[in-house]
Structure formats: C-alpha cells, structure tokens
C-alpha cells in the first residue's frame, strides 16, 4: 500500500531535550517536506527536500533541522525544542506528474501527523 | 512575504445548497492552486487542483475556478452533503525546477446543516 507514515503519532517532552521525528515514504517520490498546523495559521512548510541530499528551507525553519540521507526517509530534528513549537506536523510526499504539454504538477500526499507538546 | 489570504473561516449552509470559498495570493508566479480537505484529526487530502493555464476544472460536485490577472482562486461544492463538513484549505505554489514551496491559506470550516 503506497502511503507516507511518520513516528511517533504522539510526544510530549520537555524544552531543550532533542527529539526526532521520522517520516517515511514508499512511493519512490523525490519531493518530501514538512509541515506545522497551528490553530487559525493554516499549514506552514518548514523545510523541503527535492532529493537525496538537497534540502531548503520553507517559511518557518527557525528550530529544526532536516537531512534526507535516503530517498524514502526524510526526518525532522528539534535540537533544543521550545514550547513554541508545540503543534501539529505533517510530513508530506510528491510525484512528478507529466502532463501532455510537459508541465509538471506536484501531487502531495501526506502523513498522518505527530502531535507535539513542549512542556 | 508571500501570502495566501482565505475566507469565509467558517462557513455553514443547508444540504444542498452551494457553497464557496475564496482565496487570494501574493506571488504573480505562482502556477500550482491545490484544495485539500481535512476531516477531524486526520490529514489533509488534495480533492482538486488546478494550473496556472487554466481558468476552470471541474470534477463532479467540486469545480475550481482561477483568475490570474486577480490573483484570485476559488472552490464551489455544489449539491452539499453532511459528508462535506471538514476544514478546506487552499494553497498557492511555485512549481518549477529548483523549487517546492507550498503557501496555504488559513483554512475554511465547512458546516453543512442536515
């Protein structure tokens, strides 16, 4: 079953204790990001990768980390988290899809989020 | 920064009736315009989307419409049903080689009243 799957589902933990959280996608997809759900905010892309060891930044990087080492695993790193970061993230993979006229359209596809508290 | 801008943030109408909800954006090079419906602690889902090429799509009960020129996008849900009551959200991206970068709208809670 093609799907993106992330680890844990649940966390709390305390400021400035590391933490990892995985995603994983078996659909062969190139493109992952991740993403923050904050009440009234709507989504907020953090990092993005477009392949294997090519990362950038999205709108609100300040705090984490991200490395895709591997092309179906794309993890986010909270080295120092802050009760700011308390949310809801999503971790989300895309398909390139060809069209007739050659433009591509990125499809994604999401996980099933990990809710973060930061005490 | 770029920014999309969406409204109503709810929205409640009777079964069967129609609905709409707006979005505008900031960035003219935008060229990628998904609509994701979220139901109660589960995730996003894409149920349409459209390119910057095209003014209208539509597909069954769910048609997208995109003014370039306005910066404007919208989704109408026609004939509603209780199962369409969800949080929709719009987003805005620059599909292009380099780059995947996703602005979403702040969300729409859709009320759809037996």
């Known amino acids: 079953e093609a799907q993106v799957t992330q680890n844990p589902r649940y966390l709390i933990t305390v400021t400035g204790k590391k933490l990892t959280v995985t995603c994983s996608q078996n659909m062969n997809h190139e493109y992952m990001s991740w993403y923050r759900q904050d009440p009234g905010l709507g989504l907020r892309q953090i990092y993005y990768s477009m392949n294997v060891e090519v990362t950038d930044k999205g709108d609100v990087p300040e705090g984490y980390k991200v490395s895709r080492k591997e092309k179906r695993n794309f993890p986010l790193i909270l080295e120092s988290p802050s009760p700011n970061q308390t949310s809801l993230y999503f971790c989300?993979?895309?398909?390139?899809?060809?069209?007739?006229?050659?433009?591509?359209?990125?499809?994604?596809?999401f996980g099933p989020g990990t809710r973060l508290t930061v005490t | 920064g770029e920014n999309v801008e969406q409204h109503p943030s709810t929205l409640s109408v009777q079964e069967g009736d129609s609905a709409v909800i707006k979005c505008t954006y900031s960035d003219s090079a935008s060229n990628y315009f998904p609509w994701y419906k979220q139901e109660l602690g589960k995730r996003p889902q894409l149920i349409i989307d459209?390119?910057?090429?095209?003014g209208e799509k539509k597909d069954q009960r769910i048609a997208v419409t995109l003014n370039k020129t306005a910066k404007h996008f919208s989704l109408h849900i026609t004939e509603t049903q209780p199962e369409d009551s969800a949080v929709y959200f719009c987003a805005a991206s620059i599909q292009m080689i380099g780059t995947y970068k996703y602005i979403f709208g702040t969300g729409t809670r859709l009320k759809v009243l037996a």
């Open positions: 459209i390119r910057s090429n095209v």
């Open positions: 989300a993979s895309s398909s390139i899809v060809w069209t007739l006229n050659r433009e591509s359209l990125y499809e994604q596809y």
